[in-house]
């Protein structure tokens, strides 16, 4: 099956700075990528996706960007916030009903 | 529209006590996961219905764990009995039927197991 690897674990930028989260898979058939966020003791929230007929795409401060090529596809966050602050999960997803996470980076935004 | 529900949000056991979670997704959603999730880790799945049918339960822990999604709305799952292993999150998650792939998560059922 799939194999989705996510890092760093974990990231800690001063706010105002960047934050970028890169995952690889293995199976080049998958062709779904969402992005998971996660606060402390709450649920998984969908926050952008890409599809493989797209290299990049952006919702504010937010963008995915995707290479098939080297199967790997990151996160960018920009002028990140402290309410950023969470778990971020990458997946990656062959027929759209299965999925394969990675293990997660905890991002800390440093006010 | 309303969200993912579980339920019990919280369940402490003691070891070999059975446990059972309960599940509605969102309204007119057809596929249902049952996923865990150990600390710090990603949502492991456990098994995928599509209605009424497990399409995926290949990494159900059949000796100890069965889930049932009667009538393909609302789902339960089962461990009977739990081990010390089995604490973690387990959540419950929802997909329409157009195969775009989104996926819309309950807040989780945490499972204690002393």
């Known amino acids: 099956g799939e194999n989705v690897e996510q890092h760093p674990s974990t990231l800690s930028v001063q706010e105002g700075d960047s934050a970028v989260i890169k995952c690889t898979y293995s199976?080049?058939?998958?062709?779904?990528f969402p992005w998971y966020k996660q606060e402390l003791g709450k649920r998984p929230q969908l926050i952008i996706d890409?599809?493989?007929?797209?290299g990049e795409k952006k919702d504010q401060r937010i963008a995915v960007t995707l290479n098939k090529t080297a199967k790997h596809f990151s996160l960018h966050i920009t002028e990140t916030q402290p309410e950023d602050s969470a778990v971020y999960f990458c997946?990656?997803?062959?027929?759209?009903?299965?999925?394969?996470f990675g293990t997660g980076t905890s991002l800390t935004v440093i006010p | 529209e309303a969200g993912v529900v579980q339920s019990p949000r919280y369940k402490i056991i003691e070891k070999k006590q059975p446990v059972a979670f309960w599940c509605n997704p969102i309204?007119?959603?057809?596929?249902l996961y049952w996923y865990l999730q150990n600390l710090g880790q990603g949502p492991e799945l456990l098994i995928r219905?599509?209605?009424?049918?497990?399409?995926?339960d290949s990494q159900l822990p059949k000796d100890r764990f069965s889930a049932e999604r009667l009538k393909g709305v609302d789902s339960t799952l089962k461990i009977q009995p739990a081990e010390l292993g089995d604490s973690a999150v387990y959540l419950c998650?929802?997909?329409?039927?157009?195969?775009?792939?989104?996926?819309?998560f309950g807040p989780g059922t945490r499972l204690t197991v002393l």
């Open positions: 998650a929802s997909s329409p039927r157009d195969g775009r792939g989104l996926q819309f």
């Open positions: 199976d080049s058939a998958s062709n779904y």
């Open positions: 890409i599809r493989s007929n797209v």
């Open positions: 997946a990656a997803s062959i027929t759209g009903n299965q999925f394969y």
């Open positions: 309204s007119g959603h057809n596929t």
């Open positions: 219905y599509e209605n009424e049918e497990a399409v995926d």
